[in-house]
């Protein structure tokens, strides 16, 4: 396992690539390769080769001299580095469209993540089962997370309240926020955010469309 000052020293651009190279690893070792070129894996990516080299030895993808990347250990080398070798509990509060569509997304547990709970405030809701996965009150945010030693929150909620649903579960020992919601969550140091705004996303795609 690589340590955490190893891991922070790696650029967010890098562990953003992470998973693109992934899948071709993935279809490799599916068709029998042991070993590939970075030459071979720009072509398949579209990234330059010294880029892509720079990725790999960043999280330790073991090599063979003059023949390339060794394919079943690089793999093994990012879903380490990933943590998707182990699978972590999460849970999601705000399960309406997207946050159901969300729960509905069997690729998670493939990428490490196995969302177990829900929380929302809407009664018709709540004590549903939406994907085989059960939605609690709100209220019981506290109740649960400590019970199931959760970690690691999904919040697809308003804006108007997404602070202080994070003030509760960090509160609760929440270490990892994906936040969906477009407000920048205040967090203690120790705790970990991945921002997905939405609007800022389309309206960047919006833009680049006008462009063309």
Partial sequence: MRSNLAKNSISKQTIRRLPQYLRVFYDLHAYGRSLVSSTDLAAETGLLPIVIKKDLQAVGAPTKLRAGFKVAGTIEAIEDFLGWDNLNKAFLVGAGHLGSALLGFS???????????????????VGQEIHGVHVYHTAQLKSVIRSKKLKIAVLTVPD??????????????????????????????????????IAAGLAELCAKLKSN
């Fill in 107 to 125: 690729g998670f547990q493939n990428h490490g993540l196995e969302i177990v709970a829900a929380f929302d405030t809407n009664p018709e809701m």
């Fill in 160 to 197: 108007s309240v997404v602070q202080g649903i994070t003030d509760t579960l960090v509160e609760c020992g929440v270490k990892a926020i994906w936040n969906f919601a477009s407000v920048k969550l205040s967090v203690p140091e120790d705790v970990a955010v991945q921002q997905e705004d």
